[in-house]
């Protein structure tokens, strides 16, 4: 299969193309096709067991599909491993917090620093010129997450809101040309859940993001596109607008079709 032209005006950033994924005899995610643009936030959304989060799994290289392929930033990433898309700019957070427990909120950002920077054991070494960029990459993220009072406590001493900031905070330090979230308000309390809120209003200005949510409120507030999933295949793709007034999508969510029409494709 040809692969998109590199850096082309209006190309996308992350490209699928007939994405499936069988376990057994069950199709999780059955011939997804979606592009994502840069410097947009696309939202993905669907019932319990749409196949959301096994589409991220996809992407990120988690498991591997069935059949079709998968685009990013002009390569075909298809076969390359978890850890080679994050070099390549692909970092997620997770459904479940993805967290070291026992270490400093610092430490959990710095360890995925260095491996970003390429450091890793180096770092026990004494300082480098790459050891200081993580240290300041680190410090960044640190005062974007609002967590700097508190980047010596244990993760786990935090409350969940903060180490689900934590967790975004880690696939920061990837430094990612597209910042994958797995329902990212996901369990939080009302106060928490404007804290996450705004965090990603202000994400959203400086990154291209790929988000799962539940929260439609948010989810309308904020996507610039839409992708809607039912039994593992795309049902309708279009702007908010679009999508809140879909008959397939109104089926999918509440049981009954509407008789609104839309401009979203289905």
Same mark, same amino acid.
């Given at each position: 299969?040809?692969?998109?032209?590199?850096?082309?005006?209006?190309?996308?950033?992350?490209?699928?193309r $007939?994405?499936?994924k =069988?376990?057994?005899?069950?199709? /999780?995610?059955?011939k997804? $096709?979606?592009r !994502?643009?840069?410097a947009?936030?696309?939202?993905?959304?669907?019932?319990?067991?749409?196949?959301? %989060?096994?589409?991220?799994?996809l992407?990120?290289?988690?498991?591997?599909? %069935? +059949?079709?392929?998968?685009?990013?930033?002009?390569?075909?990433v %298809?076969?390359?491993?978890?850890?080679?898309?994050?070099k390549?700019?692909?970092?997620?957070?997770?459904?479940? %917090?993805?967290?070291?427990?026992?270490? @400093?909120?610092?430490?959990?950002?710095?360890?995925?620093?260095?491996?970003?920077?390429?450091?890793?054991?180096? $770092?026990?070494?004494?300082?480098?010129?790459?050891t200081?960029?993580?240290?300041?990459l @680190?410090? *960044? #993220?640190?005062?974007?997450?609002?967590?700097?009072? *508190? +980047?010596e406590?244990?993760? *786990?001493?935090?409350?969940y809101? +903060?180490?689900?900031?934590? =967790?975004?905070?880690? /696939?920061?330090?990837?430094e990612?040309?597209?910042l994958?979230?797995?329902?990212?308000?996901?369990?939080?309390?009302?106060?928490?859940? =404007?804290r996450?809120?705004?965090? #990603?209003?202000? &994400?959203?200005?400086r990154y291209s #993001? &790929?988000?799962?949510e539940?929260?439609?409120?948010?989810?309308?507030?904020?996507? =610039?596109? #839409?992708t !809607?999933?039912?039994?593992?295949? !795309?049902?309708?793709?279009?702007?908010p607008?679009?999508?809140?007034?879909?008959?397939l999508v *109104?089926? /999918?969510?509440?049981?009954?079709?509407?008789?609104?029409? +839309?401009?979203?494709?289905?």
């Amino acid at each position: 299969m040809n692969r998109p032209a590199e850096a082309a005006a209006g190309a996308p950033l992350l490209e699928t193309r $007939s994405l499936t994924k =069988d376990f057994g005899g069950v199709r /999780a995610v059955n011939k997804v $096709s979606i592009r !994502v643009a840069p410097a947009t936030l696309h939202v993905v959304i669907g019932p319990n067991g749409a196949g959301k %989060t096994t589409l991220f799994h996809l992407l990120t290289g988690v498991v591997s599909p %069935t +059949s079709g392929e998968i685009f990013f930033d002009g390569e075909v990433v %298809t076969g390359v491993s978890l850890s080679g898309r994050v070099k390549r700019g692909l970092a997620r957070s997770y459904q479940k %917090t993805n967290i070291f427990p026992r270490l @400093t909120v610092r430490q959990n950002i710095l360890a995925a620093a260095h491996r970003a920077k390429g450091t890793g054991w180096k $770092s026990l070494l004494g300082a480098t010129a790459s050891t200081r960029e993580a240290e300041r990459l @680190t410090d *960044q #993220i640190l005062e974007d997450l609002g967590l700097q009072d *508190q +980047s010596e406590a244990e993760a *786990q001493t935090l409350p969940y809101g +903060s180490q689900r900031l934590i =967790d975004i905070g880690i /696939a920061l330090a990837c430094e990612p040309k597209l910042l994958l979230l797995d329902e990212p308000t996901s369990g939080l309390s009302s106060g928490e859940l =404007d804290r996450i809120i705004e965090f #990603i209003r202000d &994400l959203r200005t400086r990154y291209s #993001i &790929l988000l799962i949510e539940h929260n439609m409120d948010l989810v309308l507030a904020f996507a =610039d596109v #839409i992708t !809607v999933l039912n039994f593992g295949e !795309v049902i309708a793709e279009g702007k908010p607008a679009e999508i809140a007034k879909n008959a397939l999508v *109104q089926e /999918a969510y509440f049981g009954q079709a509407t008789t609104a029409t +839309s401009g979203a494709k289905a």
